[in-house]
């Protein structure tokens, strides 16, 4: 099925040339940072994570997410939903590409890579991160492949992947779950450690990848002869409304046991985040964004009148979409690292150069999700006749 | 035809995928791949089952008397001047006492100790969380003393072990460190760019049966010695003073003590 992501129109292959473009753009800084060290991004003895680490905990929940089309079309047997869940399996690999080149991007040594393999060490948890993420890339490039393969047939997909398409159900959550106990096991590290950060990340995770497909949906509907559908667009929708509650109501838990508790700890980076500490704030507009368009998401999606209009479900999609990448992207990770363990505010931004490598891998992303679904597109266009 | 051809890239694909994976299988059955290195201990070394540290704050009058005991372990490991605070790579430094212990902060703190700065370094855990965290075991504690140690060689820079530890107490090379080394010291490797490092207790001095450094130059301000014995100078400081640890509470053990 190849072949069909390499015939396209002019079009396509115009796009796939602006991102094979940003892609290089990024490649070239990032061959700077492999020379110089990682002293070309904004990361400090303090800060030792900063926007890669921050972005690949994003797309991994954009990859997990991918499940809530898989979920109810595999268990429920929501017919409507299999129309599109090749996209959410596709949408998934593209992201947990991104990922993995964004912890590549982070290591400092990364030609050590394999040491992880050599020396497989269960204690630490990205070992079974390292497990988890592959092995989800494995299962949705297989189940994809398969089922877009038998669709084109116009057969039904072998017997042998439904174990495969039901282990990746609980495998999604898993992808979550295990990036979220990189955090939250860490003694000293107030900010992430609480037993309520594995289920806020999953929240957020279900609000951000399907607010993204249905984007997504809107410009294949647009682009192509294939229409993902309206009830399929709508069903999801609520998805997203009932997951960016679910992901604001986490976030207030925390705030309510941080501040009624007055643990220093667990408030001076909530407060570092919202009203800035010692002087120092750079977050603080960028936190009250995030809340704002969070804010603004959950009126238009909850509210049917306005969700029921695509062009303003679009607006709250990518409302949303932004908010919870401020939240998590921005603030998730910087502000677990300030104020220090040694309560010293040393504020981290991101550097020119890690901004460009960053953008370079979203367009790594891009170019792999366009092509993915221009050959899932083509096998619909070509089914439909 | 169209479905033999189908098969036999099935069957390519699957035999490269076999012949891809062998090294990583041998690697697995090796072994002595899963092995901690070994330091060898010369005939001389210190013995002991858990080394530990304690630190006699009493006898620390300004900042400036800690500046011996920090520049003899820069310059016997090599440690650079970096430009920027942001790269600076610090094994033993000098910190407030709020930052040495934020959780005991308090506004009526004794005069003394308002006006001096404390020593930090590596607290050589007992129940270390930067060893769990490791995903390679370039980071692990010696079971035969307790000391927690690093094979810049094995460590591939992810710097979990930086967000596990709740001391500060490590450094990341974010770049070369070689130009900013003053005076090289030949009998201890530099390291590259890319990768963590840490205070080591000196386990190369005591392999050679002399004291950590700082511990030499501290002018009795350092304590070092064997927890184990009940007779070594640092149980003898413990029984006769007060002393306190690090974020006891979260539970680390650390094997450095406070006497304040």
């Given at each position: 099925m190849l072949e069909l992501a390499i015939k396209g129109s002019k079009r396509y292959w115009g796009w796939m040339a602006l991102l094979a473009?940003?892609?290089?753009?990024?490649?070239?800084?990032?061959?700077?940072?492999?020379?110089?060290g990682l002293g070309i991004t904004g990361m400090s003895r303090d800060v030792?994570?900063?926007?890669?680490?921050?972005?690949?905990?994003?797309?991994?929940?954009?990859?997990?997410?991918?499940?809530?089309?898989?979920?109810?079309?595999?268990?429920?047997?929501?017919?409507?939903?299999?129309?599109?869940?090749?996209?959410?399996?596709?949408?998934?690999?593209?992201?947990?590409?991104?990922?993995?080149?964004?912890?590549?991007?982070?290591?400092?040594?990364?030609?050590?890579?394999?040491?992880?393999?050599?020396?497989?060490?269960?204690?630490?948890?990205?070992?079974?991160?390292?497990?988890?993420?592959?092995?989800?890339?494995?299962?949705?490039?297989?189940?994809?492949?398969?089922?877009?393969?038998?669709?084109?047939?116009?057969?039904?997909?072998?017997?042998?992947?439904k174990p495969f398409i039901l282990l990746s159900i609980p495998w999604a959550i898993s992808i979550h779950t295990v990036t979220a106990y990189l955090y939250s096991g860490l003694p000293g590290r107030g900010f992430w450690m609480t037993a309520i950060l594995a289920p806020r990340f999953l929240s957020s995770a279900f609000a951000a990848g399907p607010a993204l497909l249905i984007l997504l949906c809107l410009v294949v509907r647009k682009l192509t002869r294939f229409d993902p559908g309206r009830e399929q667009i709508q069903s999801l929708a609520k998805i997203v409304a009932y997951a960016i509650c679910i992901n604001v109501f986490f976030f207030l838990c925390e705030v309510f046991v941080a501040f009624y508790s007055n643990i220093p700890e667990h408030t001076a980076h909530?407060?570092?985040?919202?009203?800035?500490?010692?002087?120092?704030?750079?977050?603080?507009?960028?936190?009250?964004?995030?809340?704002?368009?969070?804010?603004?998401?959950?009126?238009?999606?909850?509210?049917?009148?306005?969700?029921?209009?695509?062009?303003?479900?679009?607006?709250?999609c990518v409302a949303v979409f932004v908010g919870t990448w401020i939240d998590k992207g921005l603030g998730m990770i910087s502000g677990g690292f300030v104020p220090s363990p040694l309560h010293h505010v040393n504020e981290y931004a991101p550097t020119i150069p890690e901004i460009l490598i960053t953008l370079g891998i979203y367009a790594m992303g891009a170019l792999v999700l366009t092509a993915l679904f221009k050959m899932a597109i083509s096998v619909k266009e070509e089914v439909a006749g | 035809m169209e479905d033999s051809r189908r098969n036999f890239l099935k069957i390519a694909g699957i035999s490269a995928l076999g012949l891809g994976a062998s090294p990583v299988l041998d690697a697995f059955s090796k072994e002595e791949g899963l092995q901690t290195p070994q330091m060898i201990q010369g005939?001389?070394?210190?013995?002991?089952?858990?080394?530990?540290?304690?630190?006699?704050?009493?006898?620390?009058?300004?900042?400036?008397?800690?500046?011996?005991?920090?520049?003899?372990?820069?310059?016997?490991?090599?440690?650079?001047?970096?430009?920027?605070?942001?790269?600076?790579?610090?094994?033993?430094?000098?910190?407030?006492?709020?930052?040495?212990?934020?959780?005991?902060?308090?506004?009526?703190?004794?005069?003394?100790?308002?006006?001096?700065?404390?020593?930090?370094?590596?607290?050589?855990?007992?129940?270390?969380?930067?060893?769990?965290?490791?995903?390679?075991?370039?980071?692990?504690?010696?079971?035969?003393?307790?000391?927690?140690?690093?094979?810049?060689?094995?460590?591939?820079?992810?710097?979990?072990?930086?967000?596990?530890?709740?001391?500060?107490?490590?450094?990341?090379?974010?770049?070369?460190?070689?130009?900013?080394i003053k005076e090289t010291n030949l009998e201890f490797p530099t390291r590259m760019k890319g990768v963590v490092e840490k205070c080591s207790f000196c386990a190369e001095r005591l392999a050679e049966g002399k004291l950590p450094a700082c511990v030499e130059a501290s002018n009795g301000i350092l304590i070092f010695g064997d927890l184990d014995d009940d007779k070594s100078e640092v149980r003898q400081a413990l029984r006769e003073n007060y002393t306190i640890r690090r974020k006891q509470n979260l539970g680390t053990g650390p094997s450095v003590y406070y006497i304040v």
């Open positions: 473009a940003v892609v290089g753009v990024g490649f070239l800084v990032y061959l700077q940072q492999l020379s110089f030792s994570w900063g926007f890669y680490i921050a972005n690949f905990t994003y797309l991994v929940g954009v990859a997990a997410g991918g499940v809530m089309v898989v979920l109810p079309y595999y268990l429920h047997d929501y017919k409507a939903f299999g129309k599109i869940t090749i996209l959410g399996e596709f949408l998934a690999v593209a992201s947990l590409v991104m990922c993995l080149l964004l912890i590549l991007v982070d290591l400092g040594q990364p030609m050590r890579m394999l040491n992880v393999i050599f020396y497989p060490s269960p204690r630490s948890v990205l070992f079974w991160d390292m497990i988890v993420l592959n092995g989800y890339l494995f299962l949705n490039i297989v189940v994809g492949w398969n089922v877009l393969e038998a669709e084109r047939n116009g057969t039904s997909y072998p017997f042998w992947l909530i407060k570092y985040l919202f009203v800035g500490l010692e002087g120092k704030g750079a977050l603080v507009p960028w936190m009250w964004t995030s809340m704002g368009l969070m804010a603004v998401g959950i009126i238009l999606l909850v509210n049917p009148v306005t969700r029921r209009q695509e062009g303003v479900l679009a607006v709250a | 005939e001389k070394a210190l013995k002991a089952t858990h080394w530990g540290m304690v630190i006699d704050t009493r006898k620390i009058h300004s900042s400036e008397d800690l500046n011996p005991m920090i520049a003899a372990c820069n310059k016997i490991h090599n440690i650079p001047k970096l430009e920027t605070e942001n790269h600076e790579i610090k094994w033993i430094w000098a910190e407030a006492y709020h930052n040495a212990f934020p959780e005991k902060e308090t506004n009526f703190l004794n005069e003394r100790l308002e006006h001096i700065a404390l020593p930090v370094l590596c607290n050589h855990c007992e129940d270390p969380p930067c060893c769990r965290a490791c995903p390679t075991q370039a980071t692990f504690k010696r079971e035969s003393d307790g000391v927690v140690m690093m094979d810049f060689h094995r460590c591939i820079g992810c710097r979990f072990c930086m967000a596990a530890c709740p001391y500060g107490a490590r450094s990341f090379n974010f770049r070369d460190p070689r130009p900013f």
